[in-house]
């Protein structure tokens, strides 16, 4: 690349990471509000919550369809190639982690229809690390942190803890009334929807550090 | 493209096709291994699935590099390009349903410790469509066949149909016997993740729509 090239180029994936970050935003912001529903019983916010994966949806066409036309005209090679295929494949976790928002909202709102069997306190927690998890996530791609993947990934024990120990708490519960079956039983999916998200962060990682260092190392 | 690139961009498409179909054959013989070792509670193949994910996770990567060697070396445009980041995504989804398969696997060495409370029909039929789901839709990528995704998505209503039939008759059973609370809820895991894997395949059909057509389309 000349030097025009290259500063139009860099221009170009400024835009694109500012793109991803406000794609991240929305999804941050639908962890945020699906979780809330689920806590007030607030059908409203829950439907809100829903409608918004279509933003989700519109920035994963937009930003891949802004890959592809810089790879088609820049032709970008060695590290320049390994961050615009590193936005290709963050955009697809974060499309998914904007569905597991709906579907954490869609179970929001079945759970409405009648007061919960008890009040929720840890899935809201849970909740919260994996909205800072993709917050940081995003910003260790922005600002080549690589440091601060490690951080993240202690932040996922954390939330793989959650998941055991509320898994079993709820199938406890589950065992001894079986009237909070039906509540008991989504609410564990719910906790294994906030899991896989978490998951989905630890990819978007993993690739985070194979763009900065060339090497793919599982980092779970 | 000069005439002898285009030959040798062709044959090396082809290439990619092929390892992307033993990628495919990878997974699914991972899911039905995964589902045999469930309703036989055979843990040695559970743990043979289990080790299977690093082909896949292998696969992954060799055919991401041959990407990224494609685009860098050919600088294929518009249908070319389409096809390579075509790829590019559904080997994420593939090697994601290899995921679920080992999911599936370390669920059924859990299980396998007692004897089922009932005998498991309905989930190895499930298993089975989304077997069928996944080697038509890497077929309908391979042969640009639009027609078999319309079959594809089909299959996936039953799919969704099995999964809401079994998670209600599950719930039914936990609700009637707490002593079954255990077991119904992992195999209402099981089910879930059966209908994660459709999902992905509907994701790698609409991919495979896109490419053959230059429009997204949703197709569930």
New interface residues.
Partial sequence: MDQHTRASFDEQLRELQQELLRMGGVVEQMLFMCVKALVERDVALADETINMDDIVDGYN?DI?TH??RL??LQ????RD??TI?AV??II?DVERMGDYAVDIAKTAKILAEKPLFKPLVDIPRMAEIVQRMLRESLQAFVNHDTALLEQIVTEDDAVDNYNRALTDEL?GY???N??V??QA?RL??IV?YLERIADHITNVCERVYYMETGT?KELH
């Fill in positions: 066409l891949e890959c592809l790879l088609a032709q970008p090679m060695a190639l390994r295929a290709l494949k697809t199938v589950m065992e001894k079986p009237s079956v039906y039983m564990i999916l294994r793919l």
